[in-house]
């Protein structure tokens, strides 16, 4: 049996700082948690487009095989979100050997959301304040206040702005107290922008993450590429899908 190729082993690259944050903390992380809460109300009222792309690398940096998919999300008379797409009958990727089913779960990827609910799973460390574009933003480290079996946490970096306590950018992984293979299989770190929809919402719009695979043939650079985009706040409800 061919040995699993190897990966580039990544470091979430911030450390706490010891200048104190301008507020206090635990007021930080309450208008963070509170400005999540209208966030997600909204985007789960809202229909929106997922643009999914894998590109593999050569040896020379040039992207040589992709795989493409779009899908249109819509809120249901039921409540819930659902999906519809079209999966490519094959993948033109050369490296990367998972059937196009399988390529396609990448799209239902959930960006790292903090609402109030999840603030008890997570330890919170103020680690200063930095430029982010044209926003000034609070950086907190998030860490899991315990690893779980049968659920996986967030592990990282989310970046606040400083007028409206809105996350803007997060970066990390999800952990849990196993090591096992998940639907993000192989590809583990994700950076995550969001930008404002409707002058009031910061939604999740570019998500990112790049792997290399070592094997006997050499290295293979991955990226995975998901855009969430022309979101429409308060669609009106589709009705819910027939259950298969």
Known sequence: MTPPPKREVKRIPIDATSAPPPLPLEEIVRRVSEKESEMIRARNTSAYQISLRIQEFDEKGNADAEFQMT?????????????????????????L????EELADL??????MLPPAQLADYELTYAG?????ELTTYALRVNPRRLERSRRLF??????DDRDFAIVKTYGRMVSEVEQNTELEPFVFFETYRENVEGKYWFPTFMRSEQVLKSQAGEAKLRLTIRYVN????????????PR
Not at 107 to 112: H, N, W, Y
């Open 71 to 95: 899908s249109e999300v819509f809120p249901a008379s039921d409540g819930k979100l659902y999906e519809k797409h079209t999966i490519p009958t094959r993948s033109a990727l050369k490296r």
């Open 97 to 100: 050997a998972l059937l196009p």
């Open 107 to 112: 799209s239902r990827l959930s960006p790292f």
């Open 129 to 133: 304040q930095q430029a982010l574009d």
């Open 155 to 160: 592990e990282g970096v989310i970046w606040v």
């Open 231 to 242: 979101y429409r706040i308060g669609a009106r409800p589709a009705p819910a899908p027939l």
